[in-house]
């Protein structure tokens, strides 16, 4: 069962319309509420404390109200007034014969001789008003703006044709297009035409359209303006919380209220209604809605809590339907279940990944029996998307081993061994993946071959690899020294960071102090402006052979890379970051192939933004890496002393490219997903696109 549109109306404006008939209260409101009951909205009884205060155990706080006495409208002057008033108004002709009555010495001699009628003197001001000014301020009205959000009028064919445009090519949940996708059918939503609205029909679309309406509409000619972003944001959180309430209604028993036990005894009712999508099957919407809603909650709402929540409803779902185990089964609903299951399994291990905490299940567990979906046009992207993400997650566990061994000081031995180990990994993936032909047109539009997904999800995997590789060789590399002001994935916040000769910080660099070599001699030069860690380079040398981890009491423990080995490693996976980035397909909601992006409408200046930018994360690893490289480039070779060869200005020019690359990736995402700007942010306040390095 869902909501009605008259519901969903009556619940998105914030000031109804008043009924013809007012009811009346059988006890009258009091006139000062408690701020409780104020922000609640709720009825108030004005005792103190008020009776909703002590059901609730709040504080009721009262605050002395500010009218003075009950409001007056003013009433505005029907049109017919000025017509009668202009019609009254005298003529030319009259006005000149007044004006010689006026000078008549009987004028002077009566009661108020000297003062000329107030009638004349408006019509003489507003005569003077309108030569003077009339035609400049035809030209001088505002454009009045009014804010517009995306929808598709609760029309669950557009619905879906928008979600093959904007999420399928980095979130395949639903099965291939039936047909390819035709020219997106926005009806925009004006802010004042709340009155208009129609609600979608089931989770699954209310869940799409909570994505969708954070796209700018094309329609909309400043959608970059606070009130637009405003009122993009109230209406798609409005719809996510009605996908939820969606959820809960289709699983609620009506005997759960009446007669509890009769609905113990009783099985599932089964759903009725149309489906959504014509090759998923009712019991699967769900799942696929909370799967959406937990990007939603990570690259909207900044709210990793939720995003963990929700997926991990979507995976006891999953499993209660035996999603991870379906082999023999195969019908038309087939394909439907195996991206169900698998996109479930990637936003878990994702949701662990950006939060930096252990994933909720096990991730090689044996009874993950179910086969992979298929892309017609590329059979091998799934497997290689999922064994992706399953080398983040690896590193990402690492990452947190690691630095619970650093903080309790305990034996590293069985955490060299890992760093060799994911090592050995990734560098055959890696280096299969630079091998990877990625040609699609950046602008391909979805077919039923799904091109445009496989160049998506090689994209991606290329991404996750190198990003992997990064979180394990950083640490020897840059010795894990903050650069951001704000703490992303884990990578630590200049807030919290120790100081550069903070044990844990020198025990990292203790590599270079023990293997004897000499600090650079530019140890004692200013850094330069931009410089991030002007001391990184008085404490590695390129020439070192190792990296060694030191304890206050006990024997240095030799890691398996060297500084400079490593460096060069992450410098390199950074490169491969922000090239993938940069072959990442974009929508089209034109359905023309062309060879650049699209615009978001005919008059706008913004290009299309991605979607479903979960991995948004493996941006900032890789920016970490390049502006760690830029800053240990800038200590040793300033570019004040003028003498910078053809090596250092190609890497500069490399470095500069990577950073501006991840720029440009997060301003796109960030259209759409505003939680992204703060990760803009910390990539613009690096980057002097001016002045370069």
């Not at 102090?513 to 390129?542: F, K």
């Not at 900032?620 to 070779?637: F, H, I, N, P, W």
Request: glycine residues 4%; aromatic residues 8%; contains cysteine.
């Amino acid at each position: 069962m869902t909501m009605s549109e008259g519901d969903g109306a009556q619940r998105l404006t914030t000031q109804a319309s008043q009924p013809q008939s007012r009811k009346k209260f059988a006890i009258p409101p009091v006139k000062n509420a408690c701020l409780s009951c104020r922000a609640s909205r709720t009825r108030c009884n004005g005792e103190r404390p008020c009776a909703s205060c002590v059901t609730k155990d709040r504080e009721c706080v009262y605050k002395p109200s500010r009218r003075g006495g009950p409001r007056i409208r003013k009433k505005s002057r029907p049109l017919s007034d000025y017509h009668d008033l202009a019609i009254s108004l005298p003529t030319q002709q009259e006005e000149i014969e007044q004006a010689f009555e006026a000078l008549l010495i009987e004028s002077y001699i009566e009661p108020g001789a000297g003062l000329k009628p107030l009638a004349d003197i408006w019509r003489d001001s507003d005569a003077i008003y309108d030569n003077l000014f009339q035609d400049a301020m035809v030209d001088s009205i505002p454009h009045i703006k009014v804010p517009m959000v995306r929808t598709y009028g609760g029309n669950d064919r557009a619905i879906l044709n928008a979600y093959y445009i904007w999420i399928h090519p980095y979130f395949p949940i639903l099965p291939p297009p039936e047909t390819a996708p035709v020219f997106d059918q926005v009806v925009p939503l004006q802010e004042t035409q709340r009155d208009k609205f129609e609600e979608p029909s089931s989770a699954i679309s209310l869940a799409i359209s909570a994505i969708l309406a954070l796209i700018p509409c094309p329609q909309d000619s400043n959608p970059l303006e606070p009130e637009s972003v405003r009122w993009r944001r109230t209406y798609s959180q409005f719809l996510a919380k009605a996908a939820l309430e969606s959820i809960e209604t289709e699983t609620e028993r009506p005997e759960s209220s009446v007669e509890p036990p009769k609905a113990l005894d009783d099985s599932d009712d089964e759903i009725f209604r149309e489906k959504f999508h014509s090759q998923v099957p009712l019991e699967l919407e769900s799942v696929i809605a909370l799967d959406l809603l937990s990007v939603y909650e990570y690259a909207q709402r900044g709210n990793l809590k939720k995003m963990r929540a929700r997926v991990g409803a979507a995976l006891m779902s999953a499993m209660n339907l035996m999603l991870h185990t379906r082999n023999g089964v195969e019908d038309e609903y087939t394909e439907a279940r195996r991206r169900t299951w698998w996109m479930t399994y990637i936003c878990v291990c994702q949701g662990s990944i950006v939060s930096n905490t252990p994933p909720t299940f096990e991730v090689f567990a044996p009874s993950f029996t179910a086969k992979y979906p298929t892309i017609k046009a590329d059979p091998e992207a799934w497997p290689l998307f999922v064994q992706a993400q399953q080398a983040i997650l690896a590193a990402t566990q690492f990452v947190i081993e690691f630095n619970k061994a650093r903080k309790e000081q305990s034996d590293m031995t069985r955490i060299f061994n890992r760093m060799r180990e994911l090592e050995r990994l990734l560098e055959p993936l890696i280096t299969k993946s630079e091998a990877w032909v990625l040609n699609c047109p950046l602008t391909q539009p979805v077919d039923q071959s799904e091109l445009v997904l496989s160049q998506s999800l090689r994209c991606i995997s290329r991404i996750k690899l190198n990003s992997a590789r990064i979180k394990v060789h950083r640490y020897c590399a840059f010795f894990d020294l903050a650069v951001f002001s704000a703490k992303h994935c884990d990578l630590k916040s200049t807030r919290d960071q120790e100081t550069v000769d903070s044990p844990d910080v020198v025990q990292l660099q203790s590599c270079c102090t023990n293997m004897g070599s000499t600090p650079s001699t530019l140890s004692n030069s200013s850094p330069s402006a931009g410089s991030v860690s002007p001391t990184l380079s008085s404490r590695s040398t390129p020439n070192a052979d190792c990296c060694g981890f030191t304890y206050q009491s006990g024997p240095v423990l030799t890691f398996p890379f060297s500084t400079h080995h490593s460096s060069k490693i992450c410098l390199k996976s950074a490169l491969n970051i922000a090239q993938a980035f940069d072959s990442l397909p974009y929508p089209n909601p034109t359905g023309t192939l062309g060879d650049t992006p699209c615009y978001i409408g005919p008059g706008s200046t913004l290009i299309t933004p991605r979607t479903m930018p979960a991995f948004a994360c493996c941006a900032m690893q890789c920016s970490y890496a390049l502006l760690m490289v830029k800053d240990r480039t800038e200590s040793m070779y300033p570019t004040s002393t003028g003498e910078s060869g053809p090596l250092i200005n190609n890497l500069r020019d490399r470095l500069q490219q990577g950073l501006v690359s991840i720029l440009v990736t997060l301003e796109n995402y960030a259209t759409a997903f505003e939680a992204l700007g703060g990760m803009r942010d910390q990539i613009r306040d690096k980057v002097d696109l001016a002045l370069g390095f």
